[in-house]
């Protein structure tokens, strides 16, 4: 720590950058706010936008020269690249920009709350060195490869064990932890908990980095589809090795461990019945949540690193989409020529071979590991015939509307009879539902059956007005469909109406 150094990371750091602006404690806590107290890893626009808005607002009252500028200004600044505090990116199946904290404001939000001292209130030295020696001397014995060492290690440990429970069996009094201890060693966890998260984001980081390098690259024409497809592959191959990358995929397989999953949860259920926890409200929160924010921090990783797969996907498939039009040209001269040969043709064999197209496929893109559904057993041997719960299910099962598929065929042909194509959502507010959200099963489930276009990746919001099934209002998002005569289906969606 020279001072070269120290003088090379003030002006080049980030993190440095965002404590020493003129704006800084309201940046932070505005950022504090959104991301990290209400426990969101990522925040669409249309929401983070009015946010800061409303913020500035409240600022006025005791602040009025802090943020004047507009909140779009804001989100901008702190996404460029000379302040890169925020991550803006879009997210599959969004049409608006998402923000996420970056490592540079994980890093500062974590400095202010050690400095702050605002979970613990108060160093606990004694639980600290124990971890330290605990550590250390774990370290000696697993990095030797002496069997003998490892058996030394394991008597000690047996013998310790042996002696509580012969104290235990004797009926002396169990040593429990001092009230002390209880907290230093709870608050300790908690805080290396919140260390973990900002971790997350150095090896998202490093992913976003090779995908940007290769996009560059591909832009640019830099270099061949090989050339990029090995320099990609080769610095994916470098994370994982490095002591960065092997120890978030360690934390990636212990995470999806079925046991480690049932012990984590066993143990959160028993820590807010420990007295001297009771005060420790926010600790325990963050213990509550640590399994979701560790499962959901481990798939947005995932998900950065799939868009690295996907890509190179795309690299490789555009080298193939030419292929594939060279292969279409060429049996279009294979028809051409059989055709002139139709009535004579050759005796000999005519045969030809096609390579299929490389795919890449990541070795964690699979979803994450769910405990299976447990079905629960019910003992029927005392069963007694309730008639009036029957009769009341046979009353509620008359109230159910029928689904009339051909009146709905009709209204989809009376709609596209002079050729135009309709959506869904069109359909319905010419002809409201009657069945309420059934009808709108109903018109998808004839959609598929009828071949009309159905689009996954542009959602469609459809508004079931209030007074159907005596409810509510109601607003459901759907996959967009679009009823269409035969010859306008056959032409795909790429060709339909906008």
Same mark, same amino acid.
Do not use: C
């Given at each position: 720590m020279d001072t070269s150094t120290l003088l090379m990371h003030f002006e080049s750091s980030p993190a440095i950058r965002l404590l020493r602006a003129g704006n800084a404690p309201w940046i932070i806590a505005f950022l504090y706010a959104q991301f990290k107290h209400s426990e969101k890893i990522t925040i669409p626009q249309s929401e983070l936008l009015p946010a800061l808005g409303s913020f500035q607002e409240d600022l006025q009252l005791s602040w009025p020269e802090a943020l004047r500028s507009s909140p779009e200004t804001y989100l901008a600044d702190w996404c460029s690249p000379n302040k890169p505090w925020l991550h803006r990116f879009l997210e599959a199946g969004r049409d608006e920009p998402t923000y996420q904290l970056t490592q540079h404001c994980e890093d500062v939000i974590e400095f202010l709350g050690q400095s702050l001292q605002k979970d613990i209130g108060f160093v606990g030295t004694e639980s600290r060195l124990r971890l330290v020696i605990e550590t250390l001397q774990q370290l000696v014995v697993g990095a030797s490869c002496d069997p003998t060492v490892h058996l030394d290690e394991l008597r000690k440990q047996k013998a310790i064990i042996d002696e509580q429970i012969e104290k235990i069996e004797r009926g002396e009094e169990v040593p429990a932890f001092h009230p002390t201890r209880i907290r230093e060693q709870f608050n300790l966890a908690v805080t290396m908990l919140k260390e973990l998260e900002r971790d997350f984001r150095a090896v998202e980081e490093r992913f976003r980095e090779i995908t940007q390098d290769v996009r560059r690259k591909q832009i640019r024409g830099m270099d061949t589809r090989g050339g990029i497809l090995g320099a990609a592959m080769d610095a994916e191959d470098a994370l994982r090795r490095d002591d960065q990358g092997v120890s978030f995929y360690e934390f990636f397989r212990l995470i999806q461990s079925t046991e480690q999953q049932r012990q984590l949860r066993a143990i959160i259920q028993q820590l807010p019945q420990i007295p001297e926890l009771a005060e420790q409200t926010e600790g325990l929160h963050a213990i509550r949540r640590m399994m979701p924010l560790l499962l959901s921090e481990a798939a947005k990783v995932t998900q950065t690193e799939r868009r690295l797969s996907s890509t190179l996907r795309r690299l490789l498939d555009a080298g193939a989409h030419r292929e594939s039009q060279r292969s279409a040209e060429l049996l279009?001269?294979? @028809?051409?020529?059989?055709?002139?040969?139709?009535?004579?043709?050759?005796?000999? &064999?005519? +045969?030809?071979?096609? *390579?299929?197209?490389?795919?890449? @496929?990541? /070795?964690?893109?699979?979803?994450?590991?769910?405990?299976?559904?447990?079905?629960?057993? $019910? *003992?029927?041997?005392?069963?007694?015939?309730?008639?009036? @719960?029957?009769?009341?299910?046979?009353?509620?099962? #008359?109230?159910?509307?029928?689904? %009339?598929?051909?009146?709905?065929?009709?209204?989809?042909?009376?709609?596209?009879?002079?050729?135009?194509? =309709?959506?869904?959502?069109?359909?319905?507010? +010419?002809?409201? /539902?009657? #069945?309420?959200?059934?009808?709108?099963?109903?018109?998808?489930?004839?959609?598929?059956? %009828?071949?009309?276009?159905?689009?996954? %990746?542009?959602?469609? &919001?459809?508004? $079931?007005?209030?007074? =159907?099934?005596?409810?509510?209002?109601?607003? =459901?998002?759907?996959?967009?469909? $679009?009823?269409?005569?035969?010859?306008?289906? =056959?032409?795909?969606?790429?060709?339909? /109406?906008?």
């Open positions: 279009r001269e294979i @028809q051409g020529l059989a055709a002139a040969m139709a009535a004579n043709p050759p005796r000999d &064999e005519v +045969a030809f071979e096609v *390579d299929d197209a490389i795919r890449l @496929q990541s /070795p964690v893109s699979r979803q994450f590991w769910a405990e299976p559904t447990e079905f629960e057993v $019910i *003992d029927l041997t005392e069963h007694t015939d309730e008639t009036g @719960q029957r009769d009341n299910l046979f009353r509620e099962f #008359s109230k159910l509307q029928r689904i %009339d598929f051909q009146f709905m065929r009709a209204q989809i042909s009376e709609a596209i009879r002079t050729g135009a194509a =309709v959506t869904l959502g069109e359909l319905l507010d +010419a002809e409201p /539902p009657q #069945s309420g959200i059934m009808d709108v099963l109903g018109y998808i489930q004839i959609a598929t059956e %009828d071949g009309h276009i159905i689009d996954h %990746d542009l959602p469609q &919001e459809i508004v $079931i007005p209030s007074g =159907v099934d005596g409810r509510r209002a109601l607003i =459901v998002t759907v996959p967009r469909v $679009i009823f269409a005569a035969r010859s306008a289906v =056959v032409q795909g969606p790429g060709h339909g /109406p906008e």
